[in-house]
């Protein structure tokens, strides 16, 4: 189901009418979410799933419980906020409770698009069809997933507090492997809109590069310079974001600790051209106005000229270090120039070309170090050509490296396979970057 | 079988033989895990009482109906799954409790073929009207692609048969977990974590208890109706230790694995007694020598070797992956169908086997979720590859005429496709124990519990940490080490296997989070194991930076 404002108001209030606890909050989500997979040449699994949730989380005192439900009937309602209220009272006291959050604003944020809403299983066959034959045409095995979304959500409490957010998403992926399995690269759209979808040029795009990246020469592990494509900066981003924990850095367990004591807010930590920000009204790439908890998602910079300006938080935290209210951000924008991947290439002496990384893991929270693959098409370039496919790497690196070490920044775009967090980024060369071991895998 | 087992088991036709000797497959491999205890519980009564508590057997007449609507719109096939999850979060941290999570979520998943094509519809509003129009959009979807397979030349959907079975199935437990009030969890938990925090030296502790309950009906146009409910329970305590002044900080994960179980598995778990050393671990840890790299000889404990066997076995055999199916995400297999009964991928002491009739396993179950009954089978026999991973839809691929019943969707809105069984490596005929393997190894590290890990996508190289590391010289633990992780591709790895612990070593790992598919869903699994000797790259994870 999907919930228009005045809907969601009601379902909300309904919930609240049934509190007996002045603190007691409700988030309300109703998606209606399509999608059709594709692979080995043929359509597979497709559905359709309506649902809604419903989070009570009730307070008695510091006493706090959240259960979550999937039925909006009265019955139900009254029952779901029975059970919050009576398995706050059985819960035990939790000290960084805090009150309920008062009324905030939003910033207005348009991100429905109607051609989206009206996607069904037919559409999807056509999608899915034109991305099969077009793969089919260039002579490549494709694999993907068509995905649809309407999703509305909501929060409310007893104190005022009112958020709604509606929007849209689309996204089609799509992975091409060469027939002899020596070759393969992927592509992704993702966004709220549908207009920009043309699966023939998504299924093209991926199937060059999968055909460039065939038979893949072997090469020494090494720190090597490295250019890295759009999705491959957002895929390391992502796991800075995460990172910027001011909780984490004050209690001294992540990169961003000062030794003795407190954090790197305002410290100059990496190259005087990187600026990092949120912004969940940006008109192109929409994103939610607030967190789960009903927090509002302002325009924040991260990173200005280099200088790391702020750490997201929790609200207990922020209340307890007097710090502004600042979830996690909902989107991540990096600033960037104007040349594209192919004339980064071309002024670039010497290197590896990655695609994209895979299966990124932590390895050392203190210094941000990562492990994880290149995947998708990794290349050697030689006085700005592409020479030849180089086999995939493992690296072990931190994407702070990425951001102290950048040489030169292409012009940002949407990572199309980041569909969780909006994430719009440039290319980046970047001087040095930890290959550690080579990878078989195509 | 004792009669009020019986009673719940009211089983047709061939269904009862499979549950029989699945139960009999099971305790096959003689000694391959912990004794039983000495005084056997009577699960019965709970598992009654668990049937008759459960709200979703009395809406199978609402999957019935589901089915039937598909069928009647023109379906070759329908399957009907009214899922309540139901998942529950009791955390600590320090000296303070979190909120407790209680989450629910109820609906109906219709998963259909027509035309050749595959369709499914999962709603929460289960009202007469919309759950036959959620037939109906199932079928619509189905005829879609079937369609387009047509159009494409491509094969059209064909299920291998399964023996219709009406049945119950039930987690043995003596106590539901659910029925613990989460105060006196959290109270549990608050002692551990003190115990923990007591340790000198020990900053942060963080503790909690997950339990999931997972109450199943399916129905199935072959007239298959199968309602079985599912407990798993999970432990986790960290310790953290931080020295400010030198800018370090090392954690310490408790070992103890996620159990299809009661919450007495929990209760017995003794991690009061455990938890100090757990913190004696992390402050250690935090002091020890940073590991020199090198090829050097590792022998691991189960607690470490159950994620690898999960990353590098496990997903490989998933028959969709080698097929090329999960290419765009989870990934493909370094294995191809033709290397079944060719490709040699361990050294002979290697034996892997499939098991959903595995006791504690987090895969383990009555039937999959189209109705094909649990079963035990090999992987990995002497080294060599034997079997794979299939469904209904799968078997035909490779030329078999039944399923190995490996279909699961997470909750009713998830579409069931292939997913792991629980893959064990067994035990080695020499019994030897954990001390045999360091006493025999000249040089090299042993590995304790679950760290960071990273696999690509034909789970070929990997790279896996662990909790604990000790090195190991002429035989013997001589002191503990730090940053260490072990590299290798699965054949080099495998094939250096040269010994491997007797069946009293046997332990089960686990996890709730086995990722796959698009959309993501998130499958249950468990991997029993000894501890086995290898050879890998150890690396260092410490960074230079520092």
Known sequence: MTLLRKDAKRLVDKVLAQASVGDLRVQVSASKRGHLRYGAGRPTTSGDVDGVTLAVTASKGRRTATVTGSRTDDAAVAELVRRAEGLAELSPEDPEHMPPLAEASYPKVRAEDKAVTRLDPGARAELVGRAIRRAEADGVAAAGLLEHEQLATAVGNRSGLFAHHACTQVSLSATCRTEDGTGSARAGFVSHALSGLVPEILVSDAAQRAKRSQLPAPRDPGRYPVILAPQAVADLLDVFVGGLDARRADEGRSAFSRKGGGNLVGDALFDSRVELWSDPADPNDPASPFDRGGRPHRKVKWVEGGVLRALHNSRYWADKQGLEDLPMPSSLHMGGGTDDLDALVSGFDRGILISRFWYIRMLDPQQLLVTGLTRDGTFWIDKGKVVEPVRNFRFNDSPLTLLRKVVALGRPQRAGLSTERVTVVPPLVVSEFELSSVSDAV | ?546
């Open chain 2, 1 to 546: 079988m004792p009669s009020s087992r019986r009673q719940f088991l009211t089983i047709s036709s061939v269904g009862s033989a499979a549950w029989l000797s699945g139960i009999a497959a099971s305790a096959a491999p003689k000694g391959s895990r912990e004794p039983a205890p000495e005084r056997a519980p009577s699960y019965d009564d709970q598992a009654a009482e668990a049937l008759a508590r459960s709200p979703v057997a009395s809406d199978a007449d609402i999957a019935r109906r589901a089915v039937q609507a598909a069928m009647d719109g023109g379906a070759t096939y329908a399957d009907a799954r009214l899922v309540l999850m139901r998942r529950e979060q009791v955390a600590v941290r320090d000296d303070r409790a979190r909120p407790v999570s209680l989450r629910e979520h109820y609906g109906l998943g219709i998963r259909v073929v027509a035309d050749g094509g595959w369709g499914f519809a999962a709603i929460q509003a289960l009202s007469d009207r919309a759950v036959v129009d959620a037939a109906k959009l199932a079928v619509t979807s189905a005829r879609a692609n079937g369609k387009l397979r047509k159009d494409l030349g491509q094969p059209l959907v064909e299920l291998v048969p399964a023996p219709v079975a009406k049945a119950t199935w039930v987690t043995p437990h003596e106590i539901d977990p659910f029925d613990v009030a989460p105060i006196d969890k959290a109270e549990m938990l608050l002692e551990i974590a003190a115990r923990a925090k007591a340790v000198k030296g020990v900053s942060f502790v963080e503790a909690g208890f997950s339990a999931v309950a997972e109450d199943k009906l399916l129905v199935t146009s072959d007239g298959s109706e199968l309602h079985q409910i599912f407990l798993r329970v999970a432990p986790q305590l960290t310790v953290t230790a931080v020295d400010r002044r030198r800018g370090g900080f090392a954690s310490r994960d408790h070992e103890a694995p996620a159990m299809l179980a009661g919450w007495e598995y929990l209760r017995d778990l003794g991690l009061r007694n455990d938890a100090a050393g757990v913190g004696e671990d992390a402050v250690r840890k935090l002091h020890a020598a940073s590991v020199e790299p090198g090829v050097k000889t590792v022998v691991l404990a189960p607690s470490n070797l159950w994620l690898t066997i999960h990353e590098s076995i496990g997903h490989p055999t998933e028959l969709d992956r080698v097929m090329g199916l999960e290419a765009d995400l989870a990934g493909t297999s370094f294995l191809r169908p033709e290397d079944l009964g060719e490709r040699r991928i361990g050294s002979e002491r290697v034996n892997l086997v499939a098991d959903r009739t595995q006791p504690g396993g987090l895969a383990t179950v009555g039937w999959d979720d189209e109705g094909v009954a649990a079963q035990r089978w090999d992987l990995v026999r002497d080294g060599k590859l034997v079997g794979w991973q299939t469904t209904r839809d799968q078997a035909k691929w490779i030329g078999e005429s039944a399923s190995r019943g490996c279909c699961y969707g997470e909750g009713h809105d998830g579409v069931p496709f292939q997913r792991m069984p629980n893959v064990s490596l067994q035990p080695g005929p020499e019994g030897y124990t954990t001390e045999d393997l360091i006493n025999a190894t000249e040089d090299g590290i042993y590995v304790t519990g679950r760290g960071s890990w990273s696999i690509d996508q034909q789970r070929y190289n990997f790279q896996f940490s662990g909790q604990t590391f000790w090195e190991i010289k002429r035989g013997r633990l001589t002191r503990p080490l730090r940053d260490v992780a072990y590299q290798a591709n699965t054949i080099e790895f495998w094939s250096s296997c040269d010994m491997i612990g007797g069946p009293g070593t046997y332990r089960l790992g686990g996890t709730f989070g086995d990722g796959k598919g698009q959309p993501h869903q998130s499958n249950s699994v468990s991997h029993g194991c000894p501890p086995a000797r290898f050879t890998a790259n150890v690396i260092n994870t410490g960074g230079t930076d520092q």
